[in-house]
């Protein structure tokens, strides 16, 4: 396997820190049979782009995942099932819709201004979260009214879904609906009869992150092996 590693760059979820990313080999074309192997190995997806943190003297990212068939909701997540229960999903392919970008403005100007992913122009946003090699979808969620009210960009693999990149409505916030997303994506892939969801790098020292611990049990990749996060692990 050949991998490059980047210049050094800011680090979007710590201060203070220097990041470098391992790039697998670009020329490689990647495709779903692909990625499913190689996201049991730490590697996330980033437009065309598959890499993994490679940052000297830290280790603070590590790839979580939930596996699907020991997952157990917790009384608050049951609670958040039932409270959505009169959505509709709709599952479609990964195409631009004014619609979609309108949402996508909404959540990021409330809970993310400025970030890494608060895209101006369509075409970045396009990019970021449209453009794919793999079979990725959008599964969109509608309430009674027909409002749009949630978006999972999502990666449909071999050996499970990768939940990309989720944006909601903030002004629906008693829904909960970053929550309802994966709880949806993990029936989904017991749907399907697919083993995990993965949900991206968790970082314990982040707070942007911790949503990602509350789904038990979650294993973490040491850059070795899958191991489950303890008990006292996370908020």
């Not at 000297?56 to 990212?61: D, E, K, M, R, T």
């Not at 201004?113 to 979260?129: N, T």
């Not at 079979?135 to 990309?164: E, K, Y």
């Not at 829904?175 to 997303?181: C, E, H, I, N, V």
Request: proline letters at 7%.
């Amino acid at each position: 396997m050949t991998l490059y590693a980047t210049f050094p760059y800011d680090c979007p979820y710590l201060p203070d820190r220097t990041a470098v990313s391992a790039v697998y080999d670009p020329t490689v074309p990647l495709d779903s049979s692909l990625y499913g192997e190689l996201i049991r190995y730490g590697f996330r997806r980033s437009g065309y782009r598959l890499y993994r943190p490679h940052c000297p003297g830290c280790a603070a990212c590590e790839s979580l995942r939930i596996d699907v068939n020991d997952f157990r909701a917790d009384r608050g997540q049951r609670r958040c099932w039932r409270r959505n229960t009169d959505l509709t999903v709709g599952i479609e392919p990964a195409v631009f819709r004014k619609e979609h970008f309108r949402l996508y403005k909404t959540y990021q100007g409330v809970r993310h201004s400025g970030g890494e992913m608060d895209f101006e122009d369509p075409a970045d946003y396009a990019r970021a979260c449209l453009e794919s090699p793999v079979d990725t979808h959008l599964v969109t969620f509608r309430d009674p009214t027909c409002h749009l009210v949630a978006v999972a960009i999502t990666d449909f693999l071999t050996t499970g879904l990768s939940a990309m990149y989720t944006f909601f409505d903030p002004e629906a916030s008693r829904r909960s609906l970053g929550t309802y997303a994966v709880l949806w994506q993990i029936q989904q892939a017991r749907t399907l009869g697919l083993p995990h969801v993965y949900l991206g790098y968790w970082i314990r020292e982040s707070p942007k992150m911790a949503y990602k611990s509350h789904f038990r049990p979650a294993e973490v990749w040491t850059g070795q092996q899958w191991r489950q996060l303890a008990p006292d692990e996370g908020p």
